[in-house]
Structure formats: C-alpha cells, structure tokens
C-alpha cells in the first residue's frame, strides 16, 4: 500500500510534533536521502514503491555513503544536514520519519531492510527487535 503524499506528511508531522508540514517535509526529505545510501538493490526498491512519488525519487537517487553508518552516526549526519538540528532533535526526526517508513513498509520488508543495515537500526524504526 503506498501511503498518499499528503497522509505521509501528515503522519510524520504528528509523530515529530512539527508545527507544519514543511517542517515534517525537510524532515523526511533529509532521513529518507540517507536512508537511500544505506539500501540497495531490490529492498530499495520495493520501499520505493510504498512512499509517495516524490520520497521515492528521494529514496532512489540517494546522498553518496562511502559505507553504511552505525545508528549513531546516522543520526550526527541527519543533524549536519538539518538547519539548526542537534542531536537531539535528529533522533526526534529520524524516528518520526523511520517509524512512518516503517508502518508503510510493513514487518516482512522491514525484516529485509534491517538485514541491509547496521545493528541498532531496529530502534530507530521503533520496532525493536528480539536479540
């Protein structure tokens, strides 16, 4: 199921507390754009095909990653990226945008893409993972 564009949005903006789309927009542009760099292949692919058209050409065309980065550096990347971003609000943005990547992706090619990814990713997802 690909969500809509507007109710993408609308899921990060709730999840990240966002006082507008536009901040729940450069949000998911900046996770999803590292996100891409981190998968390859036919998962990436197949997430593709569950975002809106727009994410997906993100998600497709990613940031260049010279190798994939452990969940903490994933989150000191998103705050580089992110205007006026800490730490702290990166981990704000990248769950709130992970977790609605999540939900449109569903477990089974959740599953897939956490194979693709450092270990830790699962909680940035929030869907934790049984070690």
Do not use: C
């Not at 999840?15 to 949000?27: D, K, L, V």
């Not at 997906?56 to 998103?78: D, K, V, W, Y």
């Not at 990547?101 to 049984?130: E, K, N, T």
């Amino acid at each position: 199921m690909t969500l809509r564009w507007e109710a993408f949005l609308d899921h990060v903006k709730e999840r990240g507390e966002y006082g507008s789309r536009q901040e729940a927009e450069r949000a998911a542009r900046v996770v999803l754009a590292l996100l891409g760099a981190h998968l390859v292949g036919e998962v990436r692919a197949q997430l593709a095909a569950h975002l809106p058209e727009a994410f997906a050409l993100i998600l497709l065309n990613p940031l260049q990653s010279a190798e994939p980065l452990p969940p903490e550096r994933f989150l000191r990347a998103t705050a580089a990226w992110i205007e006026g971003a800490t730490e702290q609000t990166a981990a704000w943005d990248v769950s709130a945008v992970l977790s609605t990547v999540a939900d449109a992706a569903g477990d089974d090619l959740l599953q897939q893409m956490l194979l693709q990814l450092p270990a830790g990713y699962d909680l940035l997802f929030g869907r934790p993972q049984p070690t």
